[in-house]
């Protein structure tokens, strides 16, 4: 079965500074890849996906991630954060043949300082 | 474009009363629909996926239930509501198996 691991539940950041929010999945084939934000109260927006070919991708609002194979990692990453990124990152692995949906990690607490 | 839709957005119902939540999407044809729940600080869990009409998976056994009696309409009910059925409840959708899950805004429920 597959299964999606965010080791840090809450990450405090300064504005400014850079990001980087870890994800580690596990799955047999090639996953698809996801990374979503969620602000309070709010349903889950998508901010990229890697379904294949480069491995990293560019998604919304300057954020990236990396798809390293051999480290069954998934990485989001921003040069600069700003207040509003402020919100939970949910990291999420899907099969590609399925139509049973995606499993998600627990999910990351952004945090930033002024 | 495709749009979610997704109510009531807040809901406070007392133990022991039934639940209907429906969503419905609009401008596809033949989407994957999905109730995930989402309990403070435990992530997203699948409660139920269904590829068309009338077929309803279960991820999850418990006192909820679903059902599309349309192409576009999924509907989360209970009968009896628990304590334990309190939290954020996400309608999605996507084109297709294997494609990307898209969300709705969400509906809190407490049950009290």
């Known amino acids: 079965a597959q299964s999606v691991t965010q080791p840090d539940i809450h990450i405090t950041v300064s504005e400014g500074a850079s990001l980087e929010l870890r994800c580690n999945y596990s799955?047999?084939?090639?996953?698809?890849l996801f990374w979503y934000v969620q602000s309070p109260g709010q349903g889950l927006q998508l901010l990229l996906k890697?379904?294949?070919?480069?491995?990293l991708v560019q998604g919304i609002k300057g954020f990236e991630a990396e798809f390293k194979r051999s480290q069954s990692s998934f990485n989001l990453r921003k040069p600069s954060v700003h207040w509003s990124d402020a919100a939970e990152y949910f990291c999420?692995?899907?099969?590609?043949?399925?139509?049973?949906?995606?499993?998600f990690g627990k999910g990351t607490h952004l945090i930033i300082q002024p | 474009s495709q749009t979610i839709h997704q109510w009531p957005a807040t809901l406070v119902q007392p133990v022991g009363s039934p639940l209907s939540l429906e969503c419905t999407v609009e401008?596809?044809?033949?989407?994957?629909l999905y109730w995930y729940r989402q309990a403070a600080g435990r992530g997203l869990q699948l409660l139920f996926y269904?590829?068309?009409?009338?077929?309803i998976s279960s991820e999850v056994p418990q006192n909820l239930s679903a059902s599309r009696p349309q192409d576009r309409q999924f509907i989360l009910s209970s009968k009896k509501l628990l304590l334990s059925d309190s939290g954020f409840y996400l309608c999605?959708?996507?084109?297709?198996?294997?494609?990307?899950?898209?969300f709705g805004e969400g509906s809190w429920l407490t049950v009290v």
């Open positions: 269904s590829v068309g009409i009338g077929q």
């Open positions: 999420a692995v899907g099969s590609g043949g399925g139509a049973d949906g995606l499993t």
């Open positions: 799955y047999g084939a090639t996953p698809y």
């Open positions: 890697y379904f294949s070919g480069d491995t």
């Open positions: 999605a959708w996507s084109p297709g198996s294997g494609n990307t899950i898209y």
């Open positions: 401008g596809t044809s033949n989407p994957n």
